[in-house]
């Protein structure tokens, strides 16, 4: 049995309310589990993982009730900066010597369908997420362009991939309007997009194939029985053959110390008011995403009503920063000074997990009978539409895909519930400190 001590995602309780949230208009979604349910699958979490997993698993036949704590979207797959990038956080060519060449091409294969299995959703279903293609990583660093070319010709050459541009500084500095960056790397095979409007025309997708959804229902803890398993909130319980946990950041306690493979971080957004678009293609003109090359990154992009999305800056801590529109404010205005002279609109945070080498984790526990995936590591838009397939895919029979994903290795973050979060935050000084040069 396995219980839920904590509350993450009270942490938000008290933020001012995010720009995608009052962009989408509310879904009709029950608003609380108040009967016992008998069902197949009990799916735990309102984010892409849970609503991906509940909308395969309905079309294959099988009885779903997904049940979310807060509100559809609450967590990260509606908080975070609506990159849709192929790929993982780390380079192929890192995977290829980590997990060998053939192993790493069946993740850079499964990134490929990542991304076109959001495109099918919103191709298909005609969800209007504004998306857009193309994300451009900036280098920060003067010799980034050494291994922006190197990444061209080594994916060029091994994985037949032709998507990559290269922009020397002056092409950078025609892109955007900025002079901390010497050169640039676009991906044009890579898309943003309004996370919570993706999530909610998937999530409108799952409430007409008749899945009851659940919202401010929290799960309390998860038992085993003879047959499978039986989900408990406060006041009601779920029997399931299956449990699918898609909470990633906010997992806390829910599956004992399987927590201690990941960290959760927090990340920072905030929204100026609308520049219209002329003004803001002064900043970006091809309204491409951005990311940078250090490692606490940040990371743009223009929303479809054209205000500025910037994020970055991290803690470590199990609160949020009292003050988001500041923190992250400081670091936009070291890029783009003249957005000094624009109202910000917006601030928010949001838990995202981090595993040590960047490596989502997929796994089961309770003698197969709860199943889960996480820690996508900043990479979660695609990751986490795939991992919904892949989850169905294991409970019909299928699990060659997922096994795959389980098969990578993950250490365990030392210090146990009272130390993971200092000593995670000390071992990357070194990075932060780089950054700083």
Known sequence: MFHNKKNTFEQHDNESISF???????????????????VDVCVIGGG?????????LATKGYKVVLLEARNIGWGASGRNGGQLSIGLRKSQQFLE???GMSHAKELWNLGLEAVGEAKHFISKYNILCAIQSGVMQAGYYSKDFISFLKDIEHMQKFYNFNNYEFFDLNQIQDQINSKKYYSGLLNKSAYHL???????GITKVLLNLNVNIYENSPVERIEETNDGVKVKTKQCAVKAKYAVVGCNGYLDNLLG??????????????????????????????????????????????SEDWRMLFGGGETYTSTFVKNPKTFVSNRMYKIFPDLKNY???????????????????????????????????????????????????????????????ESIGHITIPGGDF???????????????????
């Open 20 to 38: 995608y949230r009052q962009s989408v208009d509310n879904l009709n979604i029950l608003n609380k589990l108040e009967n016992n349910l008998d």
């Open 48 to 56: 892409l993982t849970g609503v991906t997993s509940a909308f395969h």
């Open 97 to 99: 010597k980590k997990l």
């Open 194 to 200: 309004n996370p919570l409007k993706y999530l909610y």
């Open 257 to 302: 110390k399987v927590r201690h493979k990941f960290m959760p971080i927090n990340n920072y957004i905030i929204a100026t008011e609308p520049l219209g678009e002329k003004k803001a293609r002064e900043f970006i003109h091809n309204n491409y995403a951005v990311c940078d090359t250090r490692f606490i990154i940040d990371y743009y992009r223009f």
């Open 343 to 405: 109202k910000i609109d917006f601030s928010w945070g949001g838990s995202l997990a981090i595993t040590v080498n960047r490596l989502p984790h997929f796994g089961t526990i309770m003698n197969g009978k709860i199943l889960y995936a996480h820690g996508y590591s900043g990479h979660g838009l695609g990751l986490s539409t795939l991992a919904g397939k892949l989850i169905a895919e294991k409970i019909s029979g299928f699990a060659d895909r997922f096994n795959f994903f």
């Open 419 to 437: 130390l993971r979060r200092p000593i995670y935050a000390s071992s990357i000084g070194y990075y932060k400190f780089r950054d700083l040069l």
